[in-house]
């Protein structure tokens, strides 16, 4: 047996010493993928440095205010908000991207006529859709009769475990805002509100904790009915659960 010294390079991962550190790459490696793959020239995924913040966060602004009546937006929106501080080449593109989308639908907006005061309210949400923070993506929609009056689309506070987490934790951000809309509205006739949810998953737990027959099932989304399932004043009520 022969002491070869300090190892340097062992089966594509190269190491390096300083001081009591220890630095492990796959450098050379990696730089063997990109040569066989000829991507040697090709510019980083992530862009340059946009050379026109301001007019970056100018278009955005603007972008925000049109989802005023545009709730297609809303969640595209949202995306390149994200990056006001420092936006890239990238992050200009997928604006461009909206603009041209824009430019296609700039007279579509919302549609109002007379009907009942039920409130109808609909929401989904992604499970880690952001690879840096985990954080979850959610949107919701609420309906006064077939007339949309309330809609979001924004990062959740918190990390989602499972995606059934996140589309609880959606549920209750969409049942307080119920709460705040049933104060306003004061229709002449009580009815119950419905809130549904697009998650398999979850119908299996309401059905499991609160029984088959706490809810609707209309079009392949979860139902809860009734007053009862509404948050109010911050506490959890039978239907709304984290």
Same mark, same amino acid.
């Given at each position: 047996?022969?002491?070869?010294?300090?190892?340097?390079?062992?089966?594509?991962?190269?190491?390096?010493?300083?001081?009591?550190?220890?630095?492990?790459?796959?450098?050379?490696?990696?730089?063997?993928?990109?040569?066989?793959?000829?991507?040697?020239?090709?510019?980083?995924? %992530?862009? &340059?440095?946009?050379?026109? /913040?301001?007019?970056?966060?100018?278009?955005? @602004?603007?972008?925000? +205010? !049109?989802?005023?009546?545009?709730?297609?937006?809303?969640?595209?929106?949202?995306?390149?908000?994200?990056?006001?501080?420092?936006?890239?080449?990238?992050?200009?593109?997928?604006?461009?991207?909206?603009?041209?989308?824009?430019?296609?639908?700039?007279?579509?907006?919302?549609?109002?006529?007379?009907?009942?005061?039920?409130?109808?309210?609909?929401? %989904?949400? &992604?499970?880690?859709?952001? /690879?840096?923070?985990?954080?979850?993506?959610? @949107?919701?929609?609420? +309906? !006064?009769?077939?007339?949309?009056?309330?809609?979001?689309?924004?990062?959740?506070?918190?990390?989602?475990?499972?995606?059934?987490?996140?589309?609880?934790?959606?549920?209750?951000?969409?049942?307080?805002?119920?709460?705040?809309?049933?104060?306003?509205?004061?229709?002449?006739?009580?009815?119950?509100?419905?809130?549904?949810?697009?998650?398999?998953?979850?119908?299996?737990?309401?059905?499991?904790?609160?029984?088959?027959?706490?809810?609707?099932?209309?079009?392949?989304?979860?139902?809860?009915?009734?007053?009862?399932?509404?948050?109010?004043?911050?506490?959890?009520?039978?239907?709304?659960?984290?």
């Amino acid at each position: 047996m022969k002491d070869l010294g300090p190892l340097s390079y062992f089966l594509g991962v190269e190491v390096t010493y300083s001081g009591e550190h220890m630095h492990l790459t796959q450098s050379k490696y990696a730089l063997d993928l990109l040569e066989r793959t000829k991507f040697t020239a090709v510019k980083p995924y %992530d862009g &340059d440095p946009y050379s026109h /913040p301001e007019q970056y966060r100018m278009v955005v @602004g603007a972008l925000q +205010y !049109l989802t005023i009546t545009r709730p297609d937006l809303s969640y595209a929106v949202n995306q390149v908000c994200q990056f006001m501080h420092m936006p890239r080449t990238t992050h200009w593109m997928a604006v461009k991207r909206i603009l041209r989308y824009l430019k296609a639908t700039h007279d579509h907006g919302l549609v109002y006529k007379p009907g009942d005061v039920r409130l109808n309210a609909f929401s %989904d949400a &992604d499970y880690a859709g952001n /690879p840096d923070t985990r954080h979850s993506t959610g @949107g919701f929609c609420i +309906y !006064l009769g077939t007339n949309l009056i309330s809609w979001s689309s924004k990062k959740q506070k918190t990390v989602s475990r499972s995606s059934t987490e996140a589309e609880y934790r959606q549920l209750a951000y969409i049942a307080a805002e119920l709460s705040c809309l049933r104060g306003d509205v004061r229709p002449s006739q009580s009815y119950p509100n419905r809130c549904s949810a697009t998650n398999s998953s979850s119908d299996k737990i309401r059905d499991s904790r609160f029984g088959s027959g706490s809810g609707g099932k209309a079009g392949g989304a979860i139902g809860f009915t009734g007053d009862e399932k509404v948050l109010r004043k911050g506490q959890r009520k039978r239907g709304t659960s984290l």
